[in-house]
């Protein structure tokens, strides 16, 4: 059987550490601070924004939520993000998706600035991303690449295999893997043989958002797959998009839930407490 990469135990430690961090930054009176703004009854989106407060609040991060309500136009949310944006208290943003079907998430992202992007959504982010400039991480991918630095994965050099090629995990997830000097390729939608390109991959990971998509056939042998992939079934229980079969052959593998959904909370508070901790040394420049 393969090694469970457990993001609990690692979402723990990067938790204890941000309590640390928190407590030297209020020394200096500066309380790191998320805003994630909401316009959507969604209930996963709801449950998703409660479970990040409840994580800030036990690592002394303050979390504000504005919920614009689900009929929030262009305008609302415009000058939500802009008020934010320009508030010094407010460390970190988030825009949570969905917003309402008359709305453009486009028109809305660069608003956020990058030194507050703390998940990256603003595409000026990605972009000082992939030139290699300073800019925070998509924290999916972060966590991705964070699950398998904790649990020591060489990665300079092997064949690392994306599937999925989303702006917010299969993208950035790619970028961080060449970084770290893997040899990448991304598949996607349209990639032909699925399985004859995933089989070279030391290193897997899945962010396609298909329930069982990567099975037995598709891993080499020892291989480490890192399922990104959330997917609520029938019976609400939540799987990746790797099947379980796949323990059998892959070296490690790891869990949904408890595998790279705890460290993505995590790594978002990690962001905001960064941000928080680099405008402070900036405001006292
Ligand atoms: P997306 O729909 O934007 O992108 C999916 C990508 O997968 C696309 O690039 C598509 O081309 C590719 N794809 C789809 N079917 C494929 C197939 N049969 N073969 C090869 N490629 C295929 O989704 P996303 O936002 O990138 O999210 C991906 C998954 O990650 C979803 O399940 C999502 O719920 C999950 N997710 C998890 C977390 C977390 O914290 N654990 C956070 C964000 C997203």
């Not at 956020?112 to 030139?131: E, H, M, T, Y």
């Not at 690449?145 to 997830?173: D, F, T």
């Not at 995933?198 to 396609?208: F, G, K, M, P, S």
């Amino acid at each position: 059987m393969s090694t469970i990469l457990d993001g609990k135990s690692v979402a723990d430690i990067i938790i204890a550490e941000l309590k640390q961090k928190a407590d030297r930054l209020a020394a200096n009176k500066i309380i790191p601070t998320l805003a994630i703004v909401v316009a959507t009854a969604d209930e996963s989106a709801k449950w998703y924004v409660r479970a990040i407060c409840r994580t800030a609040e036990s690592s002394k991060i303050t979390a504000k939520v504005i919920d614009l309500g689900p009929d929030a136009n262009a305008q609302e949310l415009a000058t939500a993000l802009s008020n934010l944006a320009d508030d010094e208290h407010v460390s970190g943003i988030i825009l949570q998706t969905p917003l309402p079907s008359n709305v453009n998430i486009d028109d809305l992202l660069p608003l956020i600035p990058v030194s507050k992007d703390v998940d990256a959504a603003n595409p000026a982010s990605l972009g000082r991303l992939a030139a290699g400039l300073s800019a925070f991480a998509p924290a999916t991918a972060l966590a991705a690449l964070r699950l398998l630095k904790h649990y020591q994965i060489p990665l300079a050099g092997i064949n690392a295999v994306v599937v999925g090629r989303s702006r917010i995990v299969g993208l950035p997830a790619a970028l961080l893997l060449l970084s770290a000097n893997a040899t990448v390729t991304i598949c996607h939608s349209k990639t032909q043989d699925l399985a004859s390109v995933t089989r070279n991959a030391d290193v897997l990971v899945v962010a396609a958002g298909n329930a069982g998509l990567i099975g037995p056939e598709h891993v080499k042998s020892g291989a480490v797959v890192i399922d990104v992939g959330t997917n609520v079934e029938g019976n609400g229980n939540l799987v990746g998009d790797v099947q379980a079969e796949v323990a059998n052959i892959a070296g490690a593998l790891s869990p949904v839930p408890g595998g790279v959904g705890p460290v993505t909370t995590a790594l978002l508070l990690e962001q905001t407490v960064l941000a928080a901790h680099h405008n402070f040394l900036k405001d006292n420049d």
